[in-house]
């Protein structure tokens, strides 16, 4: 068991978190703390309760039970005093797209309260950080979806939060413009800008989070960090086979001594070894010929396919 | 209660009417020149000759013009309150990204209000212009027009604010326009007295605000003597629809945008 956090530290604080649309419980009683400083996670597929656990932290949802603290705060009672603190960048870009790239930072620093001549300056600045500074004078509609994204972030950024909120920030994005994105999240967390960030890529939550947990259904069922998760639920490495479609093999007694564990899936087979050399020399051994083979290290993808059966993207 | 968020709503659609006033300005012009124009001297002509002065004793222009002013302050009152509204609270989410923030939904309700007074403020004080030019107004205390055509135009606004929170899609726009802005332009004593129609188009008119409206702003800019009691009457009906429809208004924001 981790030692118990005090709430007035953690800046987020959960207990038994429910959310509820009528009659379907979207997330179900869920605990976590997250300090400051960290990069903490929330790994799960389309439909576990993600956004729903986000629009609680960010005070625009109310919480359906248990408890929740944010900066030391109740949203039901501070959700305005919480949110001026608050950096969110929503699954959805929600960008103003009739005034300029320029003025969606600048007025979204007035929402907060900045004087005009401040919110101009940090709407430049944050152009600057996300190298939009040659769009400022342009229409949002025409930015390719990597930069809306990257606006987004610096809308987020815009009153200097405590606490930068990001659903599925790169969700959508060809790789070139995740990497974009990815290198500006990890420059604010060396400035130690605390971040939550939901996302269904495991590559995303292996890069970006000192911790993290997996939800899935609605709930939380495994909680570190990605190497301790990696540990925990997974070897050290993964022999990736893939057989002719028409072969029918027989895999009973597979991982009799070649294997902790095997997974079957539609394309490929899985085998989760510390030594994936020898279980290649052992699958050969046994007359079975794939077409491939792959040795890998394990990867958050191998831990939450162990943890529910499933895929993380399907 | 804090209500500074109000304020930067408002700023924000001041933002976007910044790109496009120049042109929503010169249209506030040369409508009305138009409709005084083709409707006040052309089709004025055939109903009024010279000093045969057959409507309520004024050239038709005149009669004409207070009308239109209040009917144009109810239009754009229409136009502010419905595709753009819903479109900030569900296509473009910009409430959302608002709301992320320490602003209310009163704020933004609040705030909105702000801009639907401010830009039927900017129509009416344009077509007063013009009125002016076409010497339709026939005294200095006409100005009071102003603020009564102002107050029109909030008190179709604000219960169209309550309706448009109130649309999953845009079909219940067309049926607003429909079945109550255009028959009441057409209807409520903006072309002809209100005593010609028909009983129950009369009960339609004088229940609703337009007609109150276009009573008040066109003895203000006839000069013309009215009861103090009509005065109270319409006065009272365009407070009472503008006072509700702020009520019903802020429950549909809050109760769309609460979440
Ligand atoms: N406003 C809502 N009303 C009803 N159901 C909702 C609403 N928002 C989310 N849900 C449901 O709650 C579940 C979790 O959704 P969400 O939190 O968006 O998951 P994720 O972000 O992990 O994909 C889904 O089954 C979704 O359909
Ligand atoms: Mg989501």
Redesign the pocket.
Known sequence: MEAVQTPSRSLIHARGLV?R??S????DGIDFDVEPGEAFG?L????????????MIGCV?PVSGGSLRVLGMDPAVDGARIRARLGVVP?ADTLDLEISVEDNLFIYGRFFGLSRARARQRARELLEFVQLTDRARDDVEPLSGGMKRRLVIARGLVNEPDLLLL??PTTGLDPQARHLVWDRLYRLKQRGVSQVL?T?YMDEAEQLCDRLVV?DK?RIVAAGSPRELIDRYSTREVLELRFPADARISLDGLPDGLAERVEVLPDRVLLYTADGEAAIAGVHQRGLVPVSSLIRRSTLEDVFLRLTGRSLVD | MSLGGAAVVLERDLLNYRRTWRGSLIVSFISPVLFLAAMGLGLGSLISHGQHRLVEGVPYLDYLAPGLLAATAMQTAALESMYPILAKMMWDKIYDSILATPVQVREVFLGEIAWLVVRVAIVTVAFFAVMVLFSAVHSPLGLLAVPLTILTGLAFGAPFFAYTANQRNDTGFAALNRFVVIPLFLLAGTFFPIANLPLVFQVFAWVTPLAHGVALVRAATLASPIAPLAAAVHLTVLLGYSGVGIGLGLRGFERRLG?
Do not use: Y
């Open positions: 959310k649309f009528g379907f419980t979207a997330v929330f799960g597929p389309n439909g576990a309760g993600k956004t729903s656990t986000m629009r949802s699954q659903d599925e939901t269904h939800m609605g | 979440e």
